[in-house]
């Protein structure tokens, strides 16, 4: 008879929970004990699989404070696992971030923990390849490593995420042949079946980004806002839809409301919603990696990916380098620029 297990995740975004549930409902056994540990804003943890203990931690920060949350976020993760029984299997994304890379480096090598790494989003797919450049950060965060302040992180030099570090029993992820690992390679079916979805046979899709954090004066987002609502309204779709982004404001709603679009507000992440509650022909975004995942959780054949303003909107966040990345990334699920 099959033992129960105990599995921990420690995921920090929206994407990694939707990561998580597909590992839970289609890898793991339904009388196994589930924690998880989610270090960001608040949300709902909707459709559970099977029984899950869910753990709010310390809101992720890229300031100044990232290692003082990541410290306090530690200890509550680490009460929890000197409760559990061996074994346990422990579940992280990449090693650079810092609650992860504290909790990799504690648990490595201790026979109680089997760890494991699920995808990092679209970031899992694109491969850098400046082994100089990767070498010079590294060199330099080792150096970091060695002041009192920044002392809780642990360098390496391996990749940009630290998938390739030794130590990982498995890596999930949807189309996980694609992405460079040690670890045993486990492919997640993440395709919806969109059974009860709404459909709606010539309408569009935008998913909005929170383009305010580059731009918080409305003056200046209305020229990128106006000019997209123009080209999406030039592919003539019948029906246009916005479901806005969790952490953006209310302006580009309005604006897009006014402009003949309806706003879909109903809870939940991109990652769960589309397909299970909407269908149509097409979905649009400024750049986000969700038009990746729309494309292997939706059949190709079923919806057209838009790309609008990337190299207006993509460049107030990316450097030409990593731009072109993600556009080729993009490309990759024949996504369209426009």
Known sequence: ???????VFVARSPFHLFIVKNIVG?????????IVFYEGRQIEWQGKPVQVEFVQLGQYVTSK??????TDNLK?????LNMLEAPVSVYMTDTRWPTNNQLYFRLRGNSKYELSVFAEGLASYIDRGDRVGLAIKSLAKY????IRLAAPYRPFISDNLGYLM???????APQADRVRVRARKVELPMRSSSLGAERRDNALLFLGQPIEQKLPNEIDQLPILLSTIEKVKALGHAQLFYKPHQFEGR?????FSENGFVILDQGGVFEEWVGDQWRGKAIASYFSTALATAGMLLPPEDVQLYSVEFERVAGLYLNAKDKQLLRNSLALFKCKFI
């Open 1 to 7: 008879m099959r033992q129960n297990k105990t599995h």
């Open 76 to 80: 509550t993760i680490n009460r929890r």
């Open 26 to 34: 289609s890898c793991l056994d339904e009388n196994d004990l589930v």
């Open 143 to 146: 150096l970091l490593s060695k």
């Open 251 to 255: 302006f580009a709603q309005t604006v």
């Open 65 to 70: 404070g990232a290692w003082a949350t990541a």
């Open 166 to 172: 030794p130590g990982f029993h498995c890596f999930y």
